[in-house]
């Protein structure tokens, strides 16, 4: 049983998904839900103090014996504890994702496009060329002047065909075996081409994905994709603070939910806020918003506890325990779902 106060005074503040304010007036959330897993187990009476904002303040004047949900900063700590962190929550970034058909298809029209197709063209023709400059003699059915189905002659330009075929296949892996060098020098020339080829293919992946935009339909990256973006984030709030060191405009948005909301309508590509908050709207408000996580700016979410507080030890023990067992990820899960809902 606790030796502590005989009703513990717990600060609340709405900080959606760790404490929220339920229809019929109850709290519930991460946070909640822990903390009343621990008073079970360790026989702690408590009431709720809602608080309106500055949990850390309130902790330091003694208006309440501990509050959550908390943050854990540098420069609070000098005033107050804090136990260890239950939750790291990290920024993300909410889009639309899908299959933007008519974007791509445009893309697939522009100049950007074009020139990709041009230079890989242009080094598949010099491949090919030089593969039938090669084995053109010691192989005319393939790469020569010989038909291989009539053995009549043809022109060099069907030999140069022949090789910017086999150049293209061979880069592409695919390989079909219909034409191959006999020559030490062209498969030494082969050889080569396949090493470069890998490379190539590589660079050619990413240089597409990004022309097409087809990154979009994978989770974003941040910051690196949010540059060419329409942005939302709440003011004043650490995904604020970050696009702005990060030189990226953005409009403000009174709540998540608007901000969602304007990325639906097309109005905005993406809305950047804490991950958890992410997660949690985008399943209880129905969206079907792609969540990116990412791992900037972390936030230690923590119980905060006034100075020397004997709830400190306890706590952090209740906590190890509560944090690592099954149940944890499936309540994490049941407010801040991953993934595309």
Do not use: C
Not at 184 to 191: D, E, F, K, Y
Not at 251 to 264: F, I, L, N, P
């Amino acid at each position: 049983m606790s030796t502590f106060a005989p009703t513990l005074r717990v600060g609340i503040t709405e900080s959606p998904p760790f404490a929220m304010i339920a229809s019929d007036g109850a709290w519930t959330g991460i946070g909640v839900d822990l903390w009343r897993m621990i008073a079970e187990a360790e026989g702690y009476n408590y009431e709720w103090v809602a608080l309106e904002a500055n949990a850390g303040e309130a902790v330091a004047r003694g208006v309440v014996d501990l509050a959550l949900p908390v943050t854990a900063t540098a420069d609070a700590e000098a005033t107050i504890d804090f136990t260890i962190p239950y939750y790291t929550a990290t920024l993300g970034a909410a889009g639309a994702g899908g299959i933007d058909v008519l974007g791509i298809a445009k893309t697939f029209l522009s100049w950007t496009f074009l020139r990709i197709v041009l230079i890989v063209s242009a080094i598949l023709l010099v491949v090919g060329a030089l593969m039938w400059l090669i084995e053109r003699r010691a192989n005319p059915a393939q790469f020569g002047t010989e038909d291989e189905d009539t053995g009549r002659p043809r022109r060099w330009l069907r030999g140069i065909g022949s090789g910017f075929w086999w150049s293209g296949v061979t880069m592409t892996t695919i390989g079909y075996g219909d034409k191959a060098p006999v020559t030490t020098l062209g498969r030494g020339v082969a050889m080569i081409w396949m090493l470069v080829a890998m490379a190539l293919t590589s660079s050619l992946t990413a240089s597409i994905v990004g022309a097409t935009n087809l990154s979009r339909l994978t989770q974003l990256q941040i910051p690196g994709d949010l540059r060419d973006m329409r942005l939302g984030a709440l003011p004043d709030s650490a995904a604020a603070g970050y696009l702005e060191s990060e030189g990226l405009a953005f409009t403000d948005y009174d709540s998540v939910e608007a901000a969602m909301r304007a990325v639906e309508d097309d109005r905005i590509d993406a809305v950047v806020a804490n991950l958890p908050l992410l997660q949690h709207a985008n399943g209880a408000t129905g969206a079907s918003l792609m969540v990116s996580p990412s791992r900037a700016e972390p936030g230690l979410v923590s119980f905060a506890l006034p100075e020397g507080s004997e709830l400190r030890e306890p706590l952090n023990a209740a906590i190890l325990r509560l944090t690592t067992g099954s149940g944890w990820t499936d309540l994490i899960e049941r407010y801040a779902p991953a993934g595309r809902r």
